[in-house]
């Protein structure tokens, strides 16, 4: 006799506790199923030898053999009849779902096609790595995930990624069940992407005089293809976005052409100083010369060579109308067609980049002020990404657009853990209340945008991302109601050793269970008795004294980015014998890096104490000697808006 847990209420993550046979672990998933009862009995994970893999699932049963193995199935073998391991196609299921019975000795896994299999497996890998690895709890899983499009976004331009790193990204992605990989091929930065018809792109769009070491980085068409290659057995899906008719230095750098005005471009690094770079504003494709939209097509026809995805991105965003509106082409097209604001000519940009597009029979993404007057239609998808996004995915839904929701607030990871916690993350909810049932199909899905500015290695990636990303997995596929912060806090901390194994280089972060820090207009009290001097620039309501209110979590957060001229003082109301003195800078990012920490017994004459390090801290042993201040000055220039999360004083 079983007797049945039925585990699928909110906040339950399933606890085995039979008698018979009783397992030991709790069944840990991420993102957590929709429907899951777990039964009593376990199959040990030696017993998994065998296995079928149907024709009408698999094309390619050598490489999913190969991910069984990786899932640490490493005893299972192919059979024809009697395996331990069973798919069975069942079209009843909706794609990317699946059912995973285990039961009596066997496993069976139901599915419409190869995603909801791949998933499925991504299930049975979960269970093998956060259980004791010797035994499966028996139990029915039947899940379908609540969208469809389920993405990451990098930025390929800002830094470079190589093949072989984004592979590492599609496989900690996909172990999470995301499934589309938007590539941001092409910024100011660089013109990553290879084209036979303009081999200039790549050699002046990724060259910078300064910067060798940087120089020269770029896919050719084999890497791409390589990439969607490898992703496509891991049931994601690439995206090629190419930007346009903004976010266009480095094709400028080799096609001046292309621009208002002719001349020299040249495209920059982030490395490079803000005010030596040659006319960094001016990154407009001319919409007046009909050798832009030719240019267009052709990108978009080797574009689709490569990428076997129904989508193609083209940009759209933070499109500056300033030297249009001085060029005499741009300024015939507008008069020709009777145009009363210089939005209107990005708009016609967007219509008739959007008609290529079909030409090509695919269909466009843009970021959102492709919307902004109105004129993405049906026919494209609008990818939401300015601030909370609702206000556009209002818009969009009243004239029946599909979205994606991009937005600041909760998908960009570029922003430090502080402005995008994974608290934040997991409880925000995409769909605005208002947005009736019928328009719920509209909503394609959501996506993580991880831009590259501060971000150049592999593992700095991955910090960004990780527990962020898991954060939104269960978004993307967990019914609302099936949600539970308790449960994902309890699921997650069972989860950094699994990232360890995976490779993942995750951030450690301290303020994980703890809500948003939302500041007030109102300054906090401070922990002592103290006046705060600085000449950083303010961004209230970050005031001055979150650095000193006796809580971590809250923070300080400059109005530009900081030099040498830049300092932040204490003067305490009363002197104290201090032990020692802790700064803590930034949280994932907006660290004080460059700066020392000096202290004064008189409030006047100050001494230098330490530097801060590489995470933006900075340690001082006082002994119990006098302290009336503190005070950080900074030495280096830095590129962030800095964060003081808090001066601690023993
Ligand atoms: C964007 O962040 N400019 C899409
Ligand atoms: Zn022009």
Redesign the pocket.
């Known amino acids: 006799m079983y007797t049945k847990f039925l585990l699928q209420s909110i906040g339950a993550f399933a606890l085995l506790t039979s008698c018979e046979n009783k397992p030991t672990e709790k069944v840990n998933l991420i993102p957590q199923p929709n429907q899951i009862e777990i039964l009593n009995g376990s199959l040990p994970v030696s017993r998994i030898t065998s296995v079928t893999l149907p024709s009408s699932l698999f094309s390619m049963p050598d490489s999913t053999l190969m991910l069984l193995h990786q899932a640490g199935l490493t005893d299972v073998r192919l059979t024809d009849k009697d395996a331990v391991l069973k798919f069975e196609k069942d079209d009843s299921l909706a794609e990317n779902g699946y059912t995973l019975l285990i039961k009596k000795g066997k496993i069976t896994i139901g599915c419409r096609d190869y995603s909801g299999a791949f998933n499925a497996i991504k299930t049975l890998q979960q269970l093998i790595m956060t259980s004791d690895k010797k035994a499966l709890p028996n139990l029915e899983i039947r899940d379908t995930p609540r969208f469809a499009y389920r993405g990451l976004m990098i930025d390929c331009s800002r830094h470079f990624w190589t093949v072989d790193e984004l592979k590492q990204t599609i496989d900690q992605m996909s172990y999470f069940k995301l499934n589309k990989l938007h590539l941001h091929l092409t910024d100011n930065n660089a013109w990553r992407l290879q084209m036979d018809k303009y081999p200039a792109l790549t050699e002046k769009g990724t060259y910078y005089y300064d910067y060798p070491e940087l120089s020269g980085k770029y896919y050719t068409k084999d890497d791409l293809k390589e990439v969607v290659r490898y992703a496509s057995l891991r049931n994601v899906e690439v995206i090629p976005e190419v930007?346009m008719p903004g976010?266009n230095t480095a094709l400028l750098a080799a096609m001046p052409e292309l621009s208002c005005n002719g001349g020299e471009f040249e495209a920059y690094p982030e490395e490079r100083a803000l005010n030596s770079r040659k006319r960094g504003m001016e990154n407009m494709i001319c919409v007046g010369n009909p050798l832009s939209l030719q240019f267009v097509e052709d990108v978009i026809r080797e574009l689709s060579d490569i990428f076997p995805s129904e989508y193609i991105h083209l940009?759209g965003?933070?499109v500056p109308t300033t030297y249009w509106e001085k060029c005499p082409k741009c300024q015939k097209l507008a008069k020709a067609n009777g145009m009363t604001e210089p939005g209107q000519i990005q708009d016609h940009f967007t219509r008739d980049v959007s008609a290529l597009a079909r030409k090509y029979k695919k269909t466009m993404i843009g970021?959102?002020e492709i919307d902004e007057r109105g004129v993405a239609s049906p026919e494209d998808v609008v990818?939401v990404?300015?601030n909370e996004g609702f206000e556009q995915q209002r818009h969009a839904l009243s004239r029946n657009i599909p979205i994606i929701m991009?937005p600041?607030h909760g998908c960009?990871y570029d922003w430090g853990y502080a402005g995008n916690s994974t608290r934040k993350i997991y409880e925000w909810e995409p769909v605005d209340p208002s947005v009736s049932a019928d328009k719920l199909h509209l909503i394609k899905g959501v996506q993580a945008?991880l831009?590259t500015e501060r971000v150049a290695t592999q593992n700095r990636l991955e910090w960004m991302l990780y527990p962020r990303l898991t954060a939104l997995s269960e978004v993307m596929w967990t019914q609302p109601e099936k949600k539970d912060w308790e449960s994902y806090y309890e699921r997650i901390n069972a989860y950094y050793p699994v990232m360890e194994l995976l490779g993942i280089n995750y951030y450690e972060d301290d303020a994980l269970n703890e809500t948003e820090f939302a500041p007030t207009d109102e300054k906090p009290a401070l922990i002592r008795h103290a006046n705060i001097e600085t000449n950083i620039p303010l961004n209230p309501p970050y005031h001055p004294e979150y650095a000193f209110d006796g809580r971590s979590n809250s923070f300080f957060w400059g109005g530009t980015s900081v030099g040498k001229e830049h300092y932040f003082t204490i003067h305490l109301g009363e002197p104290v014998k201090a032990q020692a003195i802790e700064i803590i800078t930034g949280d994932s990012k907006d660290y004080i890096t460059m700066a020392d920490l000096l202290v004064s017994a008189d409030g006047v004459n100050f001494t230098k104490t330490s530097e801060f390090n590489d995470l933006g801290e900075a340690k001082a042993n006082l002994d119990r000697g006098e302290l009336r201040a503190v005070k950080i000055q900074v030495t280096g220039q830095h590129t962030c808006w800095p964060i003081i999360k808090e001066v601690i004083i023993r």
């Open positions: 930007d976010h940009g965003d933070e970021w959102d990818m990404w300015r991009a600041q960009y945008c831009w």
